[in-house]
């Protein structure tokens, strides 16, 4: 392959920000449901558990769905596997809206938009080897991961908005009799639409790759994923990879989901842990976009790794025994900072130590062990606490998980880049 035929197109924007549109109502789509409980319950007159259940369902799927979506991606490439999820999400995102208040019909349709999720979340690494130059790499899945971020708070900011808007009501009620008068319909059209419109774009403007590769590398023969599930998991540095997803990711979704009653015993109340979350959140933004700068500019990721997890340590052992509203908020930021920092960097190293294994089987079985430890760790410490119900208990043990970590991380090897 000669240097003419190299060439980096900026249309690669476009793509990602497609990407980024459907990812974005993806996850808006999931934490809906959780912030509005009440008013959901009241919809489809049924319990919280209920209500849980069209949230918890993402991470259930996830797991068996991710192989499916990842032998998918490498198979077909990036716009057939991600489009598959986009396509899912947008048909279903809206049926749930004309499904009314019939919660099994609900159930249904969440259960169609989750099956969509790994198709579009294991192919972020896909689109940044198929249209970004190896020194964007990073940058570009950091983009796609924090798009993921941005969904989440969205959803849980906008959707108590949006059921306020009891003026839109009786618009729907007209148009389609069969919806009762109640104000979780908005929300549930307004998030239908957004789906279905990031899926027509995504399908009608997104294309597979550029006309010519942005990389020496892009043509480099891959392994198929049963093969390279081998290879991935008698890849000693793999494994490292994948207990930092399973520790970090089901730290970061413990925490985020116990945050009301973990700051409560300390007296604060549930907009303080809204307000701390939201920092949490924040603070793993600005750490996507920061590590994801520097590993592409010096090609490093071992280092960073380190950092991101000793961040995540220092963060966890603070807050671990914080009373002050200063402290919480500080390390609240610098533990979201830590630990979804470390997922692009830890994804484009996953898919330059595992060569030639797809990037969508070293993607997916990342992200898929994050979504186990997350059931595992939410299920697992529930009522880890003290007698006063503290969850100090719980959160120092993550304390001494994250230190493991970070000694396993020490192990990391930087490849060489020659």
Same mark, same amino acid.
């Given at each position: 392959?000669?240097?003419?035929?190299?060439?980096?197109?900026?249309?690669?924007?476009?793509?990602?920000?497609?990407?980024?549109?459907?990812?974005?109502?993806?996850?808006?789509?999931?934490?809906?449901?959780?912030?509005?409980?009440?008013?959901?319950? $009241?919809?489809?007159? /049924?319990? *919280?558990?209920?209500?849980?259940?069209?949230?918890?369902?993402?991470?259930?799927?996830?797991?068996?769905?991710?192989?499916?979506?990842?032998? +998918?991606?490498?198979?077909? &490439?990036?716009?057939?596997?991600?489009?598959? =999820?986009?396509?899912?999400?947008?048909?279903? !995102?809206?049926?749930?809206?004309?499904?009314?208040?019939?919660?099994?019909?609900?159930?249904?349709?969440?259960?169609?938009?989750?099956?969509? @999720?790994?198709?579009?979340?294991?192919?972020?690494?896909?689109? +940044?080897?198929?249209?970004?130059?190896?020194?964007?790499?990073?940058?570009?899945?950091?983009?796609?991961?924090? +798009?993921?971020?941005?969904?989440?708070?969205? !959803?849980?900011?906008?959707?108590?908005?949006?059921?306020?808007?009891?003026?839109?009501?009786?618009?729907?009620? *007209?148009?389609?009799?069969?919806?009762?008068?109640?104000?979780?319909?908005?929300?549930?059209?307004?998030?239908?639409?957004?789906?279905?419109?990031?899926?027509?774009?995504?399908?009608?403007?997104?294309?597979? @790759?550029?006309?010519?590769?942005?990389?020496?590398?892009?043509?480099?023969?891959?392994?198929?994923?049963?093969? =390279?599930?081998?290879?991935?998991? $008698?890849?000693?540095?793999?494994?490292?990879?994948?207990?930092?997803?399973?520790?970090?990711?089901?730290?970061?979704?413990?925490?985020? $989901?116990?945050?009301?009653?973990?700051?409560?015993?300390?007296?604060?109340?549930?907009? &303080?842990?809204?307000?701390?979350?939201?920092?949490?959140?924040?603070?793993?933004?600005?750490?996507?976009?920061?590590?994801?700068?520097?590993? &592409?500019?010096? @090609?490093?990721?071992?280092?960073?790794?380190?950092?991101?997890?000793?961040?995540?340590?220092?963060?966890?052992?603070?807050?671990?025994?914080?009373?002050?509203?200063?402290?919480?908020?500080?390390?609240?930021?610098?533990?979201?900072?830590?630990?979804? +920092?470390? !997922?692009?960097?830890?994804?484009?190293?996953?898919? *330059?130590?595992?060569?030639?294994?797809?990037?969508?089987?070293?993607?997916? /079985?990342?992200?898929?062990?994050?979504?186990? !430890?997350?059931?595992?760790?939410?299920?697992?410490?529930?009522?880890?606490?003290?007698?006063?119900? &503290?969850?100090?208990?719980?959160?120092?043990?993550?304390?001494?998980?994250?230190?493991?970590?970070?000694?396993?991380?020490?192990?990391?090897?930087?490849?060489?880049?020659?």
């Amino acid at each position: 392959m000669t240097e003419k035929e190299i060439k980096v197109y900026g249309t690669r924007w476009v793509v990602l920000l497609l990407f980024a549109f459907a990812n974005i109502t993806m996850q808006m789509l999931w934490i809906s449901y959780g912030a509005i409980t009440i008013e959901s319950t $009241t919809y489809y007159n /049924v319990g *919280e558990f209920e209500i849980l259940i069209l949230s918890l369902m993402f991470m259930v799927v996830y797991i068996p769905v991710s192989f499916i979506a990842s032998w +998918s991606i490498d198979k077909y &490439d990036f716009r057939i596997g991600a489009g598959i =999820g986009v396509i899912l999400a947008g048909i279903f !995102g809206f049926l749930r809206f004309i499904a009314g208040p019939n919660y099994f019909f609900a159930l249904i349709c969440q259960t169609g938009i989750a099956i969509g @999720q790994p198709f579009l979340l294991n192919s972020i690494t896909k689109l +940044s080897a198929n249209w970004f130059p190896e020194e964007e790499r990073t940058l570009a899945t950091g983009l796609g991961l924090i +798009s993921q971020f941005i969904g989440i708070a969205l !959803g849980v900011f906008i959707s108590p908005f949006l059921i306020s808007c009891s003026e839109l009501i009786p618009f729907f009620t *007209e148009f389609i009799p069969s919806l009762i008068e109640c104000n979780i319909t908005p929300m549930l059209f307004t998030y239908g639409i957004l789906s279905l419109a990031s899926g027509i774009l995504f399908v009608v403007f997104v294309k597979e @790759q550029p006309p010519t590769p942005s990389s020496e590398k892009i043509s480099e023969e891959k392994v198929f994923m049963f093969e =390279g599930l081998k290879k991935l998991f $008698t890849n000693k540095y793999f494994l490292i990879l994948f207990i930092l997803f399973f520790i970090g990711l089901g730290t970061f979704n413990m925490i985020t $989901t116990y945050i009301e009653l973990i700051v409560a015993p300390r007296g604060y109340s549930a907009s &303080d842990a809204g307000n701390i979350g939201a920092v949490m959140l924040f603070g793993g933004i600005i750490g996507c976009l920061v590590m994801s700068t520097i590993s &592409d500019k010096y @090609q490093k990721r071992k280092l960073l790794i380190i950092i991101s997890v000793a961040l995540t340590t220092i963060s966890l052992s603070v807050i671990s025994f914080a009373a002050s509203s200063l402290l919480l908020y500080l390390f609240g930021f610098l533990l979201g900072f830590g630990i979804l +920092s470390a !997922g692009p960097v830890a994804l484009e190293y996953a898919v *330059e130590i595992t060569s030639p294994v797809p990037e969508a089987t070293s993607n997916g /079985v990342l992200m898929m062990i994050g979504q186990v !430890g997350g059931i595992l760790f939410i299920l697992g410490l529930v009522g880890f606490t003290t007698p006063e119900g &503290d969850y100090f208990p719980a959160l120092l043990l993550l304390t001494f998980l994250a230190l493991v970590l970070l000694i396993f991380s020490l192990f990391l090897k930087e490849k060489d880049k020659s």
